[in-house]
């Protein structure tokens, strides 16, 4: 059902967000705060509006995904 590969695909989202998450990063000689993970990316298209893109933007944001991309040149 929806419900079920719903559920099925936060909870992958979420386990490797959370195997995969970095709170901090060295610079130069002090830790500062990033709240990020690099293992998941994001990736929106051409055929989206820009508040379509704006939107999946924030969420991925939001889940700590570094790599957000557009391809709205094609």
């Known amino acids: 059902s929806w419900d079920d590969a719903i559920a099925r695909v936060a909870a992958k989202v979420r386990k490797t967000r959370d195997e995969h998450w970095i709170a901090t990063e060295k610079v130069g000689d ?3 705060p990033v709240n990020r993970t690099d ?36």
Request: charged share 20%; with cysteine; hydrophobic share 45%.
């Open 30 to 32: 002090k830790e500062v």
């Open 39 to 74: 293992a998941i990316g994001f990736m929106g298209g051409a055929q989206n509006t820009n508040e379509e893109c704006y939107l999946f933007q924030k969420a991925a944001r939001l889940l700590g995904l570094a790599y957000v991309e557009h391809q709205a040149r094609l």
